[in-house]
């Protein structure tokens, strides 16, 4: 394989990873974009056969641990999580480990979301890889005190059937939120824009899962961690939902979405009020997504992602930036 651009940021110019992401996502150690092994193999992979199909449950993970120079696979004591292509019956599966890399850094590098660290990895075959920085994992090797939004509104599969994870909304979670983060002003801001960021960027299975709390050590309050698992799920699942969850509580609809059944700048005007985000901040943040096209291109076209799906990738951003702006 050929590299390029730094296979963390995606910055141009690098044949392996620059530094700033070999002190982020490394520790400093200067690791190489290459492991030292293959695909391993797996007899028993399953997923659900019914109810919501969903990206994440074929994705196959594999944790790693930093020795010396090299990361090597672990059953204790994981430092990093592996994706590597994952199998199945979606559509450019290839391409899935570029496109969250890529997807992880347009939010961050663009729209100052915070993230997990990440970055692509090759397997010694030339296979391509997606890894990322365990968040939850401390350089003393304690782990934070971290719970998703599933265990925080005690939803199971046993308790609420095979769609639990999608059986919520945005509008809930904020409730949740204003529950439990003393820091509520200043967190439903992060969350309202990646709220956003995922209808923008068409990720489409942003359940409750792929939202957590941590406990800050120091004050002993509740923070949303980094954000992950973060892709345009719509290259991959055919008639992707806009979004995993509704916007709002059940029964509650917009008067723009009842007219065009689909989301518009009106419908996130609405749920900014709803979950306490005044008239100026929304606009201060919702425009901040309309004035990167340039920059969001540019990424795009330095991505591991082949030629067709970075077209395919601007298409699906095109569309609903002018969406946004309607």
Do not use: W
């Amino acid at each position: 394989m050929k590299i390029e651009n730094c296979p963390g940021c995606l910055k141009p110019g690098f044949e392996t990873y620059c530094d700033d992401c070999i002190k982020k996502l490394f520790n400093g150690i200067r690791v190489k974009p290459v492991l030292n092994f293959t695909r391993p193999e797996f007899n028993k992979i399953k997923r659900e056969q019914s109810g919501k199909l969903s990206i994440s449950g074929i994705q196959i993970k594999h944790s790693l641990k930093l020795e010396g120079k090299e990361l090597k696979l672990t059953e204790e004591g994981g430092e990093y999580i592996l994706k590597p292509i994952p199998s199945g019956q979606f559509e450019n599966l290839n391409e899935v480990p570029a496109n969250e890399n890529l997807t992880m850094q347009i939010a961050r590098r663009i729209h100052d979301i915070r993230t997990a660290e990440n970055g692509i990895i090759f397997l010694s075959d030339g296979e391509i890889a997606y890894i990322t920085k365990r968040f939850d994992v401390l350089p003393d090797k304690s782990k934070l005190l971290q719970e998703d939004f599933s265990q925080i509104a005690q939803m199971t599969e046993e308790t609420h059937g095979k769609n639990y994870k999608y059986d919520f909304s945005y509008e809930e979670i904020a409730e949740l939120m204003k529950k439990y983060v003393n820091a509520y002003p200043v967190e439903i801001e992060k969350f309202f824009k990646i709220v956003v960021f995922n209808f923008l960027y068409s990720n489409g299975d942003s359940h409750l899962k792929n939202f957590s709390l941590y406990r800050n050590n120091k004050y002993g309050d509740y923070l949303l961690t980094p954000f992950y698992d973060l892709l345009d799920t719509s290259i991959h699942v055919l008639g992707e939902s806009d979004l995993a969850l509704e916007l709002f509580k059940a029964g509650f609809i917009t008067e723009s979405f009842k007219a065009g059944s689909k989301h518009t700048k009106a419908d996130f005007e609405e749920f900014a009020e709803k979950i306490g985000i005044n008239k100026k901040r929304f606009e201060g943040i919702f425009s901040g997504f309309l004035d990167k096209s340039d920059r969001v291109k540019e990424i795009v076209m330095r991505s591991f992602l082949n030629k067709e799906i970075k077209d395919l990738y601007l298409d699906h951003y095109d569309n609903k930036i002018k969406r946004l702006a309607s």
